[in-house]
């Protein structure tokens, strides 16, 4: 399955995340899980144990540097296809539409 | 500010929605907006009233062919910031890392 | 359609959020639209100029008090259903569960 | 914690959702947690691992009756209250604007 992480520290007294946001950016490169980092959020591919082993040492990560964090997974979880989607996901919108898409 | 649309339609006997999707990325594509295509999103960079518009024009595309759409847009608007930020913002936390990251 | 809107001041120095949503809150109640608080978020009825007309409001009081606002618009948009639905989906599932549920 | 559950099944030739969800619905109110049925999702407290006990539970009967499931977990993890919060959140944020919000 897919699952998008988006974590936000509340509190932070700064507008940048970034600083708050660069262990949670280690653990996920470092989870041996297919990934992709995008402007709202990092999305992962693996099975549900994997995916919220990984976003539970996220959000508990976020939570020490931080007192109070948000915290949004949302799964895309489809039985008929059993190869990686991660790419072919967008790449199968980019042919129903016909032309190419920025990624 | 950053929006990231993601447009659902419910009802539609597939599992695979590209097909649904694909009059929606053409919008995009075409909106003159800058855009990102992710895998489980995608990202516009505009003011509130340009990206509103877009995300009008999406939801009643899907919503023609489809009885029921559930859209969610998630807005990320900073003050501080005047330059554009669909791919600053990545970097940003690339540097926080201190390492490569997968986009 | 039903839109709940959820919005998130960043760098607040403080880890409650209730003082900066204040006015946030007061417009929702004074928007005319029927709507209902809930623990992640409020949910509103209403079509889409008008809903969006708010959550601009919204959006703008919660960026004048902050440097950076990360805001949710979530829709659920139904063709066939004519009448008032915030009531209405949740009576729905209950029946389909057969049970009473908290709300 | 406080964990938003929104589950939705995706290919279901209907519109309406609720017969899909009932089981899940049931799930919810057999857990034993805290929870709260909305009209967008479903609000539960309890600690990371009763939470996603019960979401992959809600997931999985999803799954079985339907070839794909789009579930989002939206969590609001505060450190400095030890209380319970699912009432609380909207009691202070009706304090902080001065008048009775509609729930």
Chains 1, 2, 3, 4 share one sequence.
Do not use: F, N
Not at 19 to 36: F, K, M, N, Q
Request: glycine content about 8%; hydrophobic content about 45%.
């Amino acid at each position: 399955m897919l699952a998008e992480l988006e974590i936000v520290p509340i509190g932070t007294t700064t507008t940048s995340l970034s600083a708050h946001l660069a262990e949670v950016a280690r653990l996920v490169a470092d989870s041996g899980l297919t990934y992709r980092v995008g402007p709202m959020g990092t999305t992962v591919e693996g099975d549900w144990d994997a995916v919220m082993r990984l976003a539970k040492a996220c959000h508990e990560a976020a939570r020490q540097a931080s007192g109070r964090v948000l915290t949004t997974i949302r799964i895309d979880d489809r039985i008929d296809q059993s190869g990686p989607r991660l790419a072919a996901k967008v790449a199968s919108l980019e042919r129903a539409a016909g032309r190419p898409l920025q990624r």
